[in-house]
């Protein structure tokens, strides 16, 4: 029989504070503060998951995982999927993140996914909000989406790989309206005592044809490369790892192309345990040096310190702060400057 197992974790800030201050061009600054107590999913995701596995026989096994997130709408709206198992791998099919993509993050250090951390790099700003993974960026996100097919392949004493292909496609008639988006990736990670590294290149290209005989379509396409490292110094653990993500788009009526975003960071991080205290430290640099507009050159930088204190195996309570910063670049005199500093208290409970 299928054995199902209902878990999930909650996380709650009992205080942050946060101030963002923002500066276009040479106009003055301005700057906004928030307070609060009792908030949800400062830390991480608040997120209720229903997951069971069956044996299949033959060395084969069939999982599932139906994920939702609690602040957010609709069941399963996190990674839900289904997945055959066995000595060949496994073979996942629905809506996930790929690994392909996401990672790079267990390479960066960042203690969390908040403030300061190389998976918000540059957030606030709209041309680099999310710069990484590109939740806002032209070529959309690579994150978690819907319609996902992925192979991950057994050990090879160390070395394992990921492919992953997603596509969607509508057409609003015969000759005209058609639109499709595809995603495709490939990761490799080698483990051997304490050193693991990893590299992962993704691509997303979007194809849409203007809805009417005058109107012009377009061909954008994004680039996410990555590679990482991880050792464990047993007294610490040292990360790093390089991100890149360029998009650009090309008008199907004259082929021009235009460089929306070209992103590059380096990420460090160090994480010491001692004993129920965890200390977590991780910092990055890079630019989005575009060139096609001046306004769009930008300097990113952050860094988050955290320490966690273990209650038990499922219950922490953590205080954390972090920086995000996007300076206007080399020529840049109209382009808008953002700095974000977050500090938060709060407990984490998985069940």
């Not at 997120?47 to 084969?60: M, N, P, T």
């Not at 960042?110 to 999310?130: E, F, K, L, P, R």
């Not at 219950?315 to 840049?332: D, F, P, R, W």
């Amino acid at each position: 029989m299928a054995q199902v197992t209902i878990g999930g974790k909650l996380t709650f800030d009992a205080m942050e504070n946060s101030k963002t201050t923002t500066k276009v061009g040479t106009a003055a600054a301005t700057t906004s503060t928030s307070d609060f107590t009792g908030g949800q999913d400062g830390l991480t995701t608040s997120e209720f998951q229903v997951s069971g596995k069956e044996d299949l026989g033959s060395g084969l096994t069939a999982s599932f995982q139906v994920n939702t997130g609690m602040n957010d709408h609709g069941i399963g709206n996190r990674d839900t999927y289904l997945k055959l198992g066995g000595d060949f791998g496994s073979v996942q099919v629905g809506r996930f993140t790929p690994a392909a993509s996401l990672g790079f993050y267990g390479y960066s250090g960042a203690a969390t996914t908040q403030v300061g951390s190389i998976y918000g790099a540059g957030s606030g700003n709209g041309t680099t909000a999310n710069a990484v993974l590109g939740v806002v960026a032209t070529a959309g996100s690579f994150e978690r989406n819907n319609n996902q097919l992925q192979y991950s392949s057994p050990s090879f004493n160390g070395l394992t790989f990921n492919v992953n292909y997603g596509s969607t496609s509508t057409d609003a008639s015969a000759t005209l309206g058609e639109a499709s988006t595809k995603q495709q990736g490939f990761s490799v990670a080698y483990a051997s005592g304490p050193l693991s590294i990893a590299a992962g290149k993704n691509t997303r290209n979007v194809d849409a044809e203007g809805a009417s005989a005058t109107a012009s379509g377009v061909k954008i396409e994004g680039d996410l490369d990555w590679i990482g490292a991880k050792y464990d110094m047993g007294v610490a653990v040292l990360n790093f790892t390089n991100v890149q993500r360029k998009d650009q788009t090309a008008a199907a009526a004259t082929g021009v192309v235009t460089v929306n975003s070209d992103i590059s960071l380096n990420s460090f991080g160090v994480s010491v345990p001692m004993g129920a205290l965890t200390f977590s430290a991780s910092m990055y640099e890079g630019e989005n040096d575009v060139t096609a507009l001046t306004t769009d050159n930008l300097d990113l930088s952050g860094n988050q310190l955290m320490v966690n204190y273990a209650l038990s195996k499922r219950t922490s309570i953590y205080a954390v702060t972090g920086m995000n910063k996007s300076e206007l670049g080399s020529g840049n005199t109209a382009g808008t400057a953002i700095k974000t500093k977050t500090t938060s208290v709060g407990m984490n409970h998985s069940f």
